[in-house]
C-alpha cells in the first residue's frame, strides 16, 4: 500500500494554485512573499516587546519623580 502524496499548493487572493504549476518567476515571488510575511511578523512581535519595555520603564520612571516630590515636600 503506498501512500499518494498530496501536489503542493498554494493560496493567493484566494485561488488555489499547484506550486508545480508555477513558473520559477512566480514562485520566486511567492518566497519572497512568504519571507516579507515571516520578517513583518517578527518585527511586530518585536515592536510588542519594545512598546510594553518602555511603558514598563516610563511607570518607573513616574514612580521615582513621584517619590522624589514627596521627599522635597
Sequence with gaps: MSKK????????NEVEHKVSD?????LAYVNHVADLERKMSSSQFNLDQLG???D?????????????EAVVE
Design 52 to 54: 510594553i519595555g518602555r
Design 22 to 26: 508555477l513558473t520559477q518567476e512566480q
Design 56 to 68: 514598563a520603564f516610563m511607570k518607573m520612571l513616574t514612580e521615582s519623580l513621584k517619590a522624589e
Design 5 to 12: 502524496q498530496k501536489e503542493q499548493t498554494v493560496t493567493i
